[in-house]
């Protein structure tokens, strides 16, 4: 067991205003840099790995992101395996795309990311999300305001968007306006679904953001479904993503025989944990039901 020593470096994000943190001991300290629109770092620690951060939140490690990039990719392919055409908002790193370029059914992928600062500093550090700029053909990587993209995109484009943002604070929050859901729907297909990253349910600040992201998504789509994953690295070890779509249903609709039959190899997700995903805690029930 290593003895606590002084000259140890320690990486804290605080869970709440200043009554808890959680925090990583650093072997390394790869990058700091303030891009034009965060502040960005890339840390090293003995049991994560690489890890970066942004304006002070852990976003990917090495040791945990294939959860987080499984449970934004799998479940929405599940349901509808025909989807051609993807639009990846933000995922600076690579990971969403690496994950959904798993498909070789996809046609296209486009991927919409404002910050060229993390891309190239993922490409430098974290060459396990990263390589996917390099050696993905279909993979369209433009550095741009999803936003701005979205209102601009023509109607139907695409058959899944997969929203992996920041929080809803600078950059991040623009992609949880109203405007943008709607601009989403409009360029989707009739079989259309969103994913979007939907924050935490254990923190009130995290619960807060979550409920008001549900509203605005209820407002726009017909079916409106949060799903949750154990994700060490998050505030409270769990975090959900929405799945929302114009008319299929994440568990009436679940192809589990036809995901199986594509044979990827995953470390988290399988069909039957997809079904699990969907059933939440009371509380969270009601952080929903309430928005
Ligand atoms: N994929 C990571 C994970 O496992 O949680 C974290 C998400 S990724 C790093 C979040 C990305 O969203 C960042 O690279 C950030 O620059 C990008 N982003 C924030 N606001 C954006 C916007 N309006 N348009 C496009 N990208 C945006």
Redo the contacts with the bound molecule.
């Keep these: 067991m290593n003895q606590n020593t002084n000259h140890d470096v320690w990486y804290s994000e605080y869970l709440v205003e200043g009554n808890a943190k959680v925090s990583l001991k650093l072997s390394k300290i790869l990058h700091c840099e303030k891009?034009d629109?965060?502040e960005l770092r890339i840390f090293e620690n003995e049991e994560f790995g690489k890890f970066?951060v942004?304006d002070g939140y852990i976003?990917?490690t090495e040791k945990d992101?294939f959860i987080?990039?499984e449970m934004?990719s799998h479940p929405a392919m599940a349901v509808n395996p025909d989807v051609k055409k993807v639009l990846i908002?933000?995922?600076?790193?690579g990971?969403?795309a690496r994950e959904i370029s798993r498909y070789k059914s996809i046609e296209r992928i486009d991927m919409?990311?404002?910050?060229e600062?993390?891309?190239n500093a993922?490409k430098k550090y974290i060459p396990q999300?990263s390589a996917v700029f390099s050696n993905e053909p279909r993979l369209n990587l433009i550095i741009?305001?999803?936003?701005k993209?979205v209102e601009n995109a023509p109607d139907a484009a695409y058959d899944l968007i997969l929203v992996?943002?920041?929080d809803p604070e600078?950059?991040?929050?623009?992609?949880f306006t109203v405007d943008f859901y709607r601009n989403c729907f409009r360029a989707l297909s009739e079989n259309g679904i969103l994913i979007n990253?939907h924050e935490g349910a254990f923190f009130s600040g995290d619960a807060l953001q979550m409920q008001k992201a549900h509203k605005k998504i209820k407002e726009v789509f017909p079916v409106a479904k949060v799903y949750g994953f154990n994700?060490p690295t998050?505030a409270s070890g769990y975090w959900y993503f929405g799945f929302a779509s114009k008319k299929y249903d994440p568990l009436n609709d679940l192809q589990a025989e036809k995901w199986n039959s594509i044979g990827l190899e995953t470390k988290y997700y399988n069909t039957e944990l997809h079904k699990g995903a969907f059933a939440l805690p009371n509380y969270v029930k009601k952080i929903l039901e309430e928005a």
């Design positions: 891009t629109f965060q970066m942004l976003q990917i992101e987080y990039h934004i908002i933000g995922g600076g790193d990971g969403t919409v990311e404002i910050d600062g993390v891309v993922c999300t741009g305001d999803g936003l993209f992996d943002s920041t600078g950059p991040g929050e623009d992609l990253q994700i998050y």
